[in-house]
Nanobody
Framework: QVQLVESGGGLVQPGGSLRLSCAAS????????MAWHRQAPGKQRELVAS???????NYADSVEGRFTISRDNAKNTVNLQMNFLEPGDTAVYYC??????????WGQGTQVNVSS
């Protein structure tokens, strides 16, 4: 069993920044991939950004150029730097991790509100 704990959510004005962190109870060095998803009210959960074991990243078109995903293997954390936030970014953000032969895991989520 793996625990993923997100932190860093909150209320921010449009154009502002937030940094989300996900702390994993299992070493992320061996994770096939780590990712951030989000779910806005009344919408399906969607992929925001992902990073593979080799460091390759992928972003949703809506956040490309504004968000950056990174991993700190020494601290077993995955971060999401979010800049130039828009009201449309308001959602619960979930950390996701996939370990080959060990399974896929989700965090409990952290709320991000972008509003003036």
């Amino acid at each position: 069993q793996v625990q993923l704990v997100e932190s860093g959510g909150g209320l921010v004005q449009p154009g502002g920044s937030l940094r989300l962190s996900c702390a994993a109870s299992r070493t992320i060095f061996r994770a096939n991939a780590m990712a951030w998803h989000r779910q806005a009210p009344g919408k399906q959960r969607e992929l925001v950004a992902s990073i593979t074991r080799g460091g390759s990243t992928n972003y949703a078109d809506s956040v490309e150029g504004r968000f950056t995903i990174s991993r700190d293997n020494a601290k077993n954390t995955v971060n999401l730097q979010m800049n130039f936030l828009e009201p449309g970014d308001t959602a619960v953000y979930y950390c996701f991790g996939s370990w080959y032969g060990f399974g896929d895991y989700w965090g409990q989520g952290t709320q991000v509100n972008v509003s003036s």
